[in-house]
Nanobody, 126 residues
Framework: QVQLKESGGGAVQAGGSLRLSCAAS????????MGWFRQAPGKEREGVVL????????YYADSVKGRFTISQDNAKNTLYLQMDSLKPEDTGMYYC???????????????????WGQGTQVTVSS
C-alpha cells in the first residue's frame, strides 16, 4: 500500500523559506510521477509542481516558477519542495501526491493522481 507523509510546514514571514518533505513507502512502480499541490482556505486545490521520476520532465505552476524547486532523494524515497521568496498567497495546506504512470500538464491542472498524503500547513505572513 502506497503511503505518503508530508512534513516541514510552518509559519514564516514573507520573503522567507521553507523546505517540505514527502516520505513515500509501499512503492512498486517503475515510471511514475510525484509532486505537490496546495489548497488555500476557500479556494480550489492548485497544482504546484510535478516531476516524472526517471523521465526528466518537470512541470511548475507559473505562480511558483523561479521560487520553488522540487528535488528527490531516491535512496530515502523522499521528495522535497524547497520554497524560497515566499509570499502570503503561498499560504495553504500542501499535499504530496503520486501517480502510477508519468504525468503531464493535465495532472498538474486537474489533480488526477492516484495517491495523496494528509498535508502539511504553510502560513506566510506579510
Amino acid at each position: 500500500q502506497v503511503q505518503l507523509k508530508e512534513s516541514g510546514g510552518g509559519a514564516v514571514q514573507a520573503g522567507g523559506s521553507l523546505r517540505l518533505s514527502c516520505a513515500a513507502s509501499g512503492y512498486t512502480y517503475r515510471d511514475y510521477c510525484m509532486g505537490w499541490f496546495r489548497q488555500a482556505p476557500g479556494k480550489e486545490r492548485e497544482g504546484v509542481v510535478l516531476v516524472n521520476i526517471g523521465g526528466g520532465f518537470t512541470y511548475y505552476a507559473d505562480s511558483v516558477k523561479g521560487r520553488f524547486t522540487i528535488s528527490q532523494d531516491n535512496a530515502k524515497n523522499t521528495l522535497y519542495l524547497q520554497m524560497d521568496s515566499l509570499k502570503p498567497e503561498d499560504t495553504g495546506m500542501y499535499y504530496c501526491a503520486t501517480h502510477r504512470t508519468y504525468c503531464g500538464r493535465f495532472q498538474l491542472q486537474s489533480g488526477s493522481l492516484n495517491y495523496w498524503g494528509q498535508g502539511t500547513q504553510v502560513t506566510v505572513s506579510s
